[in-house]
């Protein structure tokens, strides 16, 4: 039988480029809590919310032709609809919520990969989140070859992006690792899937006291 253990709310991120292997993370993490007895809520961004999907929809569509800013706009509105809908409601009950990206990528993807002000995206993210910041945060990092190996060959919007911009996008996530070492942790995604599940599960024990 699972233990009951005294839950306390907690939003943890999960982080990185496309391809590094986060969602296969975030699934094993919350069986992982759930068998543990805790109370988990799992969410992606952008979407999640009726309307966070239809921006999804616009921002992946290869279709569409979007301006940096509107880009960075979409990716905050999609984000201030998650937080007041559903992350603050479940985190106030008590939940652990786990979210497949938050405020890094458009840090990482819009301020470092499309080159815009970082001050500037950094202080929309306040405006999206009502100053809401996860608890704890997990950088998948892998090198660029293992990652574009890794995804579909039916690539979106953003996936189509150079090599360059992937480049900058890494480097801006590593950045913010080195940056907040308290809140973001790197983990080496090149490793096997068990041995990145097993660095992870080190701080989310030692975080949980499980
Ligand atoms: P993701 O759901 O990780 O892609 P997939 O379903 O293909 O695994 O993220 C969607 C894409 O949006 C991804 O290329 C990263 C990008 N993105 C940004 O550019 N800025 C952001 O703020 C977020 C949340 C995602």
Redesign the pocket.
Known sequence: MPQKKKQEPLFITFEGI?GCGK?TQILKTYQFLQANGLKVKMF???GSTEISEKIRNI??DKKSDISDITELLL?EAARSEITIKEIQPALKQGHIVLC??YYD??TA??GYGRKLDIRMVKSLHKVATSGLVPDLTFVFDVGLDIAFSRRGKDK?R??SQSKAFFQRVRAGFLEIARKERRRVKRIDAAQPVDKVFEDLKQYLVKRLSL
């Open positions: 496309d969602s992606r961004e952008p921002l992946l990716y497949d990206r990528s458009t993807y819009q979106d953003l996936e």
